[in-house]
C-alpha cells in the first residue's frame, strides 16, 4: 500500500505489515528503513512507526533537495531542515492571511508536528550511533543543548515529587490546551442521531466509560464481562487496565451481540456489519465514517471520538472525583495528564472562591 503519490520520487510504503522508504534514490536511505524495523520489533505502536514514517521522508525529501546523504548531516544542516519546516507553506490550507486565535498562521506546520520531526530525526541518529560507535549524531548533546522543564509526575507522592526533565532547546513551545468536552445537550443530541445498537455501544464506551477509540476498537468479545459489568482495556503502551461497565452500556452492548453482530470468526468485539468486509474488525478509518456521517446528521460539529472521552473527563472532574482514580480509569501514564481535567470543574473552583471571600469578609 503506497500512502504517498509516487509522482513525488520518494514515497512510504507499507510492505508486509513494515513501513519502509522506496522509490527512486531510496537505496540512500536504508538506514531510515532499518530503524523502521528496529521500532517495530520494540514493540512501538503501528500508528507512531508510521507517524515517525512521514516525518523521516519528509527529512529525506528536504536532504534530496539539498543534495545531501545521511553521512553528510551536521547540526547546521538539522537547523536547516527545523527552518524550512517552520517556514514551509500546507497544500490545500487556507493562506497566510489567515490565522488561528493564537496568532499561528493556518497554512504552517504545527509546533507538535515539528518537534515530533525533531524527535525522529533524533531517535534516527541514536539507533545509526548505537549500531556504529564511531558515529557522531549531529543532534545537540549535553547541557548546553538542553533547558529543564518540570518533569512528569506519578506514584503515591505525586502531587509533592518534581523531577526536573530534560528537553532538548530544539524543541518549539507548544502551547498548553485544555481537553475540550461536550456539552450535556450536545452529546445528547450525539447520541440520539446513533440508530444501530453497534454504534450505540461504542460511543456509549467513549462517553460512560472513557475509553479511546483505539482502545475501543482493540476490544474482544471475552474483554467485555456484561455480567461482572467490568472491561479489561489494552491501553497505550499495550498498558492493561480494568474500567467498570456502565450498566446502560452493558445492556446495548448485550443486546449487540444476542441481535446484531453478525457471525464471524473474529474475536473483536465490533466488526462491520454489511459489505464486503462484513465480519472483519471494525477499523480506525471506518470509525471516522461513523462520526463524520452523524456529525452531519445531529448537527454537533465537535462530535469526534476524542471528545466523547473528555467529557467523560469533565464530568469526573466536576463530580470531585479523586485524581487517582481518574487516572486509573482514564488510563493515563502521568498523573499531569489526568490533572489537566482539573482545570475544567469551574463551578467547584467557584463555589471554593466564594466561600474562601466570605471567610475573609467574616474576618475584623
Known amino acids: 500500500m503506497f500512502l504517498v503519490n509516487a509522482e513525488r520520487g520518494l514515497r512510504l510504503e507499507e510492505r508486509d505489515g513494515s513501513w519502509l522508504v522506496s522509490g527512486p534514490g531510496s537505496e540512500s536511505f536504508g538506514l531510515v528503513n532499518e530503524y523502521l524495523a528496529y521500532l517495530a520489533d520494540r514493540n512501538y505502536s503501528p500508528r507512531t512507526v508510521r507517524a515517525y514514517g512521514f516525518d523521516l521522508l519528509a527529512f529525506c525529501r528536504w536532504l534530496g533537495q539539498e543534495d545531501i546523504g545521511l553521512a553528510?548531516?551536521?547540526?547546521?544542516?538539522?537547523?536547516?531542515?527545523?527552518?524550512?519546516?517552520?517556514?514551509?507553506?500546507?497544500?490545500?490550507?487556507?493562506?497566510?492571511?489567515?490565522?488561528?486565535m493564537t496568532g499561528r498562521r493556518m497554512d504552517q506546520y504545527a509546533a507538535a508536528t515539528i518537534n515530533r520531526r525533531l524527535a525522529a530525526i533524533s531517535g534516527l541518529f541514536t539507533?545509526?550511533?548505537?549500531?556504529?560507535?564511531?558515529?557522531?549524531?549531529p543532534v545537540p548533546k549535553g547541557r548546553e543543548a538542553r533547558w529543564r522543564a518540570a518533569g512528569e509526575r506519578s506514584g503515591m507522592l505525586a502531587h509533592v515529587a518534581r523531577r526536573p526533565k530534560d528537553r532538548s532547546s530544539l524543541r518549539l513551545r507548544e502551547p498548553r490546551r485544555l481537553p475540550r468536552g461536550l456539552e450535556q445537550a450536545e452529546a445528547a443530541e450525539l447520541l440520539a442521531s446513533f440508530r444501530t445498537w453497534r454504534d450505540r455501544a461504542i460511543a456509549g464506551l467513549m462517553l460512560y466509560c472513557g475509553l479511546r477509540s483505539a482502545e475501543v476498537l482493540g476490544l474482544d468479545v471475552a474483554d467485555a464481562d456484561i455480567g461482572g459489568r467490568w472491561l479489561k482495556v489494552t491501553g497505550k503502551g499495550s498498558r492493561?487496565?480494568?474500567?467498570?461497565?456502565?450498566?446502560?452500556?452493558?445492556?446495548?452492548?448485550?443486546?449487540?451481540?444476542?441481535a446484531e453482530r453478525p457471525e464471524t470468526s473474529s474475536p473483536r468485539l465490533f466488526v462491520a456489519a454489511k459489505g464486503p468486509s462484513r465480519g472483519q474488525p471494525l477499523t480506525a478509518a471506518g470509525l471516522r465514517t461513523i462520526f463524520r456521517y452523524h456529525r452531519g446528521l445531529s448537527g454537533v460539529a465537535g462530535g469526534h471520538p476524542h471528545a466523547l472521552r473528555h467529557t467523560f473527563g469533565t464530568a469526573l472532574a466536576g463530580a470531585g472525583v479523586d485524581l487517582a482514580v481518574m487516572q486509573a480509569l482514564l488510563g493515563h501514564a502521568h498523573v499531569d495528564t489526568t490533572a489537566r481535567y482539573i482545570h475544567l470543574a469551574p463551578a467547584h473552583v467557584k463555589a471554593e472562591f466564594d466561600a474562601a471571600r466570605d471567610r475573609m469578609r467574616s474576618q475584623p
Open 127 to 137: 539507533f545509526a550511533s548505537m549500531r556504529d560507535p564511531r558515529a557522531v549524531s
Open 240 to 258: 492493561e487496565r480494568r474500567v467498570p461497565l456502565d450498566a446502560d452500556v452493558a445492556s446495548v452492548i448485550q443486546v449487540y451481540l444476542l
Open 72 to 100: 553528510g548531516v551536521t547540526t547546521e544542516v538539522l537547523l536547516g531542515f527545523l527552518r524550512a519546516c517552520r517556514e514551509a507553506t500546507i497544500a490545500g490550507r487556507p493562506g497566510p492571511n489567515v490565522v488561528t
